[in-house]
């Protein structure tokens, strides 16, 4: 079974930091391009950031941009979100996704 | 930015109907479009990729077509698993935007 599990989400102060992991299993994901994607309570999807397989291509939402860092590790079959500078407005549950989409992990930024 | 529209936002249905949904994109993104399904207090699935390719394990009532700017998303007998907000999203140029979504709900 596919799993994608998301952790690292909590409650932080305006201008604080979080690192998101997303741990993948029975499957891997080596071979596949991963994003971040993230959703504001009572609101759409928003795309965030995108790796490719060999982390060769990078993009980010002009949101995130200067403040997030994506990174992977294929021998740990691992996807990161480094989160600085963070702003009340990136509260959102925040959702690994390479095909599939793991359960979400829900981050507050508030004072 | 390549913008996303859906239509329509909310739609009423009964089980058994027949139901469309559509999305266009404000620019060519040739056939680099993925659908989802989104059930409330749930994380989304993966319907559809490609346009019109289903994802494994996905039953065979849901269809997409289009390709460049208009595409559809339907479901050819709405089941009672089935209510839920359904998004699309381009992948052809970052930033990789999603539609809005649209609101299935219980006639």
């Known amino acids: 079974e596919v799993q994608l599990v998301e952790s690292g989400g909590g409650l932080v102060q305006p201008g604080g930091s979080l690192r998101l992991s997303c741990a993948a299993s029975?499957?891997?994901?080596?071979?596949?391009?991963m994003n971040w994607v993230r959703q504001a309570p009572g609101k759409g999807l928003e795309w965030v950031s995108y790796?490719?397989?060999?982390?060769?291509?990078?993009y980010y939402a002009d949101s995130v941009k200067g403040r997030f860092t994506i990174s992977r590790d294929n021998g740990k079959n691992s996807l990161y979100l480094q989160m600085n500078s963070l702003r009340v407005e990136d509260t959102a549950v925040y959702y690994c996704?390479?095909?599939?989409w793991g359960q979400g992990t829900l981050v507050t930024v508030s004072s | 930015d390549i913008r996303m529209t859906q239509s329509p936002s909310s739609l009423s249905a009964s089980v058994g109907d027949r139901v469309t949904i559509t999305c266009r994109a404000s620019?060519?993104?040739?056939?680099?479009l993925a659908w989802f399904q989104q059930k409330p207090g749930k994380a989304p699935k993966s319907l559809i990729y490609?346009?019109?390719s289903l994802q494994s394990g996905v039953p065979s009532r849901f269809s997409g077509s289009g390709s460049g700017t208009d595409f559809t998303l339907t479901i050819s007998s709405l089941q009672p698993e089935d209510f839920a907000t359904y998004y699309c999203?381009?992948?052809?140029?970052?930033?990789?935007?999603f539609g809005p979504g649209t609101k299935v709900d219980v006639k």
């Open positions: 029975g499957f891997t994901i080596s071979s596949y391009s």
């Open positions: 490609a346009a019109s």
């Open positions: 620019q060519d993104i040739s056939n680099y």
């Open positions: 996704v390479g095909g599939y």
């Open positions: 999203q381009q992948y052809k140029s970052y930033p990789f935007t």
């Open positions: 790796i490719s397989s060999s982390s060769s291509t990078i």
